[in-house]
């Protein structure tokens, strides 16, 4: 069976939502299909501690306000999803789940998503499905050879299931700390990380760097020199359990090893620790494999756009991937404003 809709956005967390609230405000028909089996995105399955870098009010999608949080500054994870499903009710989005795309091409005049619930055609696709699904991990020597538990990012989820372990935490971005504040009171924690941690003056949240990565984007497309953006102002975001863990000395990081062994680690001057389990901090790429078929992918996994739309297939937009598809895209607050160009380009051709 082949379903018709102007605009098929692929995915159905913050960025989707996003493009709906738009895309409706001007008129356009549309569809939006979502993997989960229920609303929330990528948020329904992050660790139990998680919480925002800004108050509820500079966390919230266009059109509404994310109500705060009783007893919390920065609202906690399930307070996102339970925002999210109210959002996608409040605006009547036409989100059909559990929906996962398959691949996106060129069908003639109209771009065909295959699914495994049947085709759809469209005259515009916009791919909202974000990073989460592509956890990444590096290559360090001997990462077979380890017999603990290695898990990355997406996997973890509190801090009881591995209380008196040796626990190593890879990484020095937000997750990495987070993690590591969780666990460091209940397990023998050790924190390595590329680069000695460059924490963020306590006093700046998620609205300093909105604030910064919009600045940095203003600058380059006016042919100013980078102003750096948010790697300028440091990789970690203070919030209440680090700055704790950290200001009673328990978050210290040790440089990055340089292979592992079947019982722990071994760094270059030979020296080695043992571990239960290594949790990878380390990131992820896009989840882009849905358009392989189109062939865009250029360097570093990236496909070239201006502004949301590919370069090479004006029908496509890409949303909520980071810097590269609008400033601040892959935030709450910041995919707005690149959801809404998408949405009036999008009107634009097809009206």
Not at 167 to 173: A, D, L, M, R
Not at 243 to 255: N, Q, T
Request: aromatic residues 8%; charged residues 20%.
């Amino acid at each position: 069976m082949t379903n018709a809709s102007q605009v098929v956005v692929i995915g159905g967390g913050q960025s989707g939502l996003a493009a709906g609230y738009h895309l409706r405000r001007l008129g356009v028909d549309f569809v939006i299909l979502d993997a989960q089996s229920g609303p929330g995105g990528a948020w329904q399955h992050t660790w139990d501690s998680l919480h925002l870098f800004s108050p509820a009010a500079y966390s919230s999608l266009p059109g509404r306000f994310m109500p705060p949080q009783t007893g919390r500054t920065y609202p906690g994870a399930q307070h996102v999803v339970e925002y999210l499903s109210d959002y996608e009710k409040r605006y009547e989005l036409p989100v059909q789940r559990p929906v996962r795309v398959q691949e996106v091409r060129r069908e003639g005049e109209v771009l065909c998503v295959e699914t495994d619930s049947g085709a759809w055609q469209a005259r515009a696709v916009i791919s909202a499905t974000g990073t989460w699904w592509r956890p990444f991990l590096p290559a360090v020597p001997g990462r077979g050879d380890f017999g603990g538990r290695q898990l990355h990012t997406v996997e973890y989820r509190r801090p009881q299931d591995f209380a008196g372990r040796r626990v190593i935490v890879v990484g020095g971005g937000n997750s990495g700390a987070q993690i590591a504040a969780d666990l460091v009171y209940d397990t023998e924690l050790t924190w390595v990380t590329q680069r000695p941690p460059r924490f963020l003056a306590d006093d700046i949240d998620g609205r300093a760097l909105f604030d910064a990565a919009t600045a940095r984007r203003r600058a380059l497309d006016e042919g100013r020199s980078d102003t750096g953006g948010v790697a300028s102002l440091g990789d970690i975001v203070a919030v209440p359990p680090v700055r704790e863990a950290r200001d009673r000395g328990l978050l210290k990081a040790d440089p990055m090893f340089t292979r592992l062994l079947p019982g722990g680690v071994e760094w270059a001057d030979g020296a080695r620790a043992e571990a239960d389990a290594i949790i990878w901090c380390t990131g992820f790429r896009p989840a882009l494999s849905h358009l392989a078929p189109l062939q865009l992918r250029g360097q570093r996994g990236r496909i070239a756009t201006v502004g949301t739309r590919a370069a090479d297939e004006p029908r496509l937009h890409l949303l909520g991937y980071g810097d590269w598809t609008g400033p601040a895209s892959a935030t709450l607050v910041g995919v707005g404003r690149p959801a809404r160009e998408a949405a009036r380009e999008i009107a634009a051709v097809l009206t």
